[in-house]
């Protein structure tokens, strides 16, 4: 059962002081499962054809945590090559599989 100064914020009133820190922990703590995965468990990923799944989910949620500054780049450094490799921008003659139209 949630307490009560969560059912609050949950109902528009304000959000608790502990909000923004709890949110970047829950989020370093995603991190780290994310890693985790990576590290420990690609090939399986690879063999269940997933890794393009972890890789877009990875991407997305590296690109939300830089955009709001809610986990600290000494945290994620160990992933900095692939995080380069799959946050960078498309390539001016690079086209999506969408039709323009």
């Not at 109902?11 to 990576?38: M, Q, T, W």
């Not at 709001?68 to 999506?96: G, Q």
């Amino acid at each position: 059962m949630l307490n009560d100064k969560y059912l609050d914020f949950l109902s528009g009133k304000d959000f608790p002081n502990s909000f923004e820190s709890l949110v970047k922990k829950v989020c370093r703590y995603l991190f780290h499962v994310l890693a985790h995965i990576y590290w420990a468990h690609f090939k399986e990923t690879v063999a269940l054809e997933l890794q393009g799944h972890l890789n877009t989910l990875y991407t997305h949620f590296i690109v939300f945590v830089r955009e709001f500054n809610l986990v600290e780049p000494k945290e994620t450094c160990i992933m900095d090559d692939l995080s380069e490799v799959l946050c960078a921008p498309l390539l001016p003659h690079t086209h999506n599989h969408v039709t323009e139209r």
